[in-house]
């Protein structure tokens, strides 16, 4: 029984706290949460969705899938994909290249690493070609620059403006000479809409590199860039141990090209559509074949 002295007995100074058991510990689900790689800030991932997976506190552009561009240039409901039955074949017969291609295919959705289609923006007409750098890197191989060549060729048929997203490694090894010609066949298709006054507006997300920067990305009658994204034939490494010497920092950035005069607009992802529209609306007289748009 107890006595009067045990309900005067000092309290302990410290509390002990037991750990909690992993079955009872509350842990975040995965995919809720995601840290941004420039600032450290910790974002909610749908909210970055919301804001087209760019940073609300630095800026900071994620790289995304071309069927997320799309939804977000496109008006709802518009966007019609063509040559999507192009399947590539392993000309060279390269080590396990036909295993590569399937596993991207499962990896991204895709049949290849860009996808093709007419759609409208702010109710203009427009061919729209989007590359995809989770499909191997968005390097070009044949079936790649087919598909761009066949976008550039509906663009001159139906005298509608061309839109090209252009991200991507370069030329696709596996595929060696065949890879490296796509890069003459898409600049040719290019001249030719340029001679019948057709408009391109080439587009550079990040990154955008080698063969494909070099042919088709670089040749747009206005070239947009989104903020902070790697535009260059080889990358700032490559150059260093090449010529050994050190490079201008940020010297392959989007906004030292546009410095320099290689592009003439920065844009932000979020202004992305609107700005198209905007361009589409002043050159809506530049049809192909039509006279160009007054200043």
Known sequence: ??????????????????????????????????????????????????????????????????????????????????????????????????????????????????ICGTCEIEGFPVVLAVMDFSFIGGSMGSVVGEKVTLAIEKALEEKKPLIIVSTSGGARMQEGILSLMQMAKTSAAIGKLNEAGGLYISVLANPCTAGVMASFASLGDIIIAEPK?????????????????????????????????????????????????????????????GGKADA
């Open 1 to 114: 029984m107890p006595t009067l002295k045990d309900f005067f007995r000092s309290k302990p100074k410290y509390v002990t706290v037991h750990p909690i058991g992993k079955q009872e510990k509350r842990e975040i689900p995965d995919g809720l949460w995601v840290k941004c790689e420039e600032c450290g800030n910790l974002l909610f991932n749908k909210e970055l969705e919301r804001n087209m997976m760019v940073c609300p506190k630095c800026g900071y552009h994620y790289r995304v899938s071309a069927r997320f561009r799309i939804a977000g240039i496109c008006d709802e409901g518009t966007f019609q994909e063509f040559a999507d039955d192009l399947v590539t074949a392993d000309p060279l017969g390269f080590p396990a290249y036909p295993e590569k291609i399937r596993a991207a295919q499962e990896k991204t959705g895709l049949p290849e690493a860009v």
């Open 229 to 289: 994204a790697l535009v260059a034939f080889a990358g700032p490494r490559v150059i260093e141990q090449t010529v050994r010497e050190k490079l201008p920092p940020g010297s392959h950035r989007a906004e030292f090209l546009m410095e320099h005069g290689l592009i003439d607009l920065i844009v932000d992802r979020r202004d992305l559509k609107e700005t198209l529209a905007k361009l589409l609306r002043f050159h809506a007289p530049a049809q192909v074949g």
